[in-house]
C-alpha cells in the first residue's frame, strides 16, 4: 500500500460545477500537508498548503481530518483553466511524499 | 528570476553518454530535492540534500546516478552511462528548511532528458 494515496481519475466535470478530491495517508507521524497542481508536462506548482482548521483561498477550500487520515481539495465554479492534475503532498520528518495525483477535465 | 533554476531545459545524450543536470535553488533556500516524472507517471522522488549533505538518497537507483550540493555552486544530479529508460523529465525543488519546518518546496521547470 502506497503512504499516499489518490483516486486518479479522471473527474471531468463542466464548467462552474463542484468537484471535490480526497487523499489519504496512512502514516500517523505526518506533519504538514500540500496540494500542488501540474500542467501536462510542466512543474508542479504549490496551490495551497492545508491546515488542521481548514483554509480556503479563493474557489478553493482544503481540510485535514489527523482523525481519519486524509486531506481534502474542493474546488467551487470550476473553470475550464483548472484543468491539471492535482497532486497531494505529506511531509513526514525529513521525508516529502507526493502522491500520484488526480487529473480533472473541466469541459465547457 | 527569484525562483528555482534548473539547465539545460533540454539534453540529449546518446546511450553510454553522461548527462549533467544542474539546479540553483531559490535564494535563501538551503535544501534541494530531486525528482523525476516519466511520461504519464508521477513525480518520483530520488533524493534530498542540504548544501555538502545528502540527507535521504533513498529514492537514486544504486548505479550510475549521483547527486551532490557544494558549499558554492548549483546542486548537480549526474548520470553515468545513461541508458534509454533514463529518459524523463527531471525536477529540481528547494525549501527554506527541512519537510518537518511545514514549509512548502519550490520547483524549477525541470530538464527533459532525451537519450537517442
Known amino acids: 500500500r502506497k503512504e499516499v494515496e489518490q483516486d486518479p481519475g479522471p473527474f471531468n466535470v463542466p464548467e462552474g460545477a463542484t468537484v471535490a478530491f480526497n487523499c489519504t495517508y496512512s502514516n500517523s507521524a505526518s506533519q504538514s500537508f500540500f496540494w500542488y497542481r501540474q500542467d501536462c508536462r510542466k512543474e508542479p506548482k504549490l496551490l495551497m498548503s492545508?491546515?488542521?482548521s481548514g483554509n480556503e483561498d479563493g474557489r478553493f477550500t482544503a481540510q485535514l481530518n489527523r482523525a481519519s487520515q486524509y486531506i481534502s481539495l474542493l474546488i467551487r465554479d470550476s473553470k475550464l483553466s483548472d484543468s491539471a492534475t492535482y497532486l497531494c503532498v505529506v511531509n513526514r520528518g525529513f521525508k516529502t511524499i507526493f502522491g500520484a495525483g488526480t487529473r480533472l477535465f473541466v469541459k465547457a | 528570476n527569484a525562483g528555482v533554476m534548473q539547465n539545460p531545459r533540454h539534453l540529449v545524450r546518446r546511450r553510454g553518454q553522461e548527462a549533467r543536470l544542474r539546479c540553483s535553488p531559490m535564494k535563501g533556500h538551503s535544501h534541494v530535492y530531486w525528482y523525476r516524472q516519466l511520461p504519464e507517471e508521477g513525480l518520483k522522488f530520488m533524493v534530498y540534500?542540504?548544501?555538502?549533505?545528502?540527507?535521504?538518497e533513498s529514492g537514486m537507483p544504486k548505479e550510475r546516478f549521483s547527486a551532490e550540493f557544494p558549499k558554492e555552486g548549483p546542486s548537480i544530479l549526474r548520470i553515468q552511462q545513461v541508458v534509454r529508460g533514463d529518459s524523463a523529465a527531471y525536477f529540481c525543488?528547494?525549501?527554506?528548511?527541512?519537510?518537518?519546518?511545514?514549509?512548502?518546496?519550490?520547483f524549477g521547470d525541470g530538464t527533459r532528458l532525451s537519450i537517442l
Open positions: 540534500l542540504q548544501k555538502e549533505n545528502i540527507i535521504d
Open positions: 492545508v491546515y488542521s
Open positions: 525543488a528547494s525549501s527554506p528548511d527541512r519537510p518537518d519546518s511545514n514549509q512548502p518546496q519550490h
